[in-house]
């Protein structure tokens, strides 16, 4: 559920997908101790018409602390 006062802008991602004028949107912001990434991805068919929007939201911190690499073979 979307705080009132920022359901416009959702719906104005979402009329803007719909219009084939953007195919993501990303925001990030602070809740008290997290913070917070917030992306929208349009989601089309094979013809490139909008099915739908993807909403996904991460909590970052521990990313922004993240140095060096860690390949993907690494991963056990």
């Known amino acids: 559920m979307h705080p009132p006062e920022s359901v416009h802008v959702v719906e104005n991602i979402v009329n803007a997908f719909r219009e084939g004028k953007k195919d993501d949107a990303s925001f990030w912001i602070h809740m008290g101790p997290k913070f917070v990434l917030i992306r929208y991805f349009a989601v089309r068919d094979e013809e490139g018409n909008f099915r739908g929007t993807l ?15 860690k390949r993907l073979l690494e991963w056990e």
């Open 55 to 69: 909403e996904v939201s991460q909590e970052i911190s521990e990313i922004q602390e993240l140095k060096g690499d």
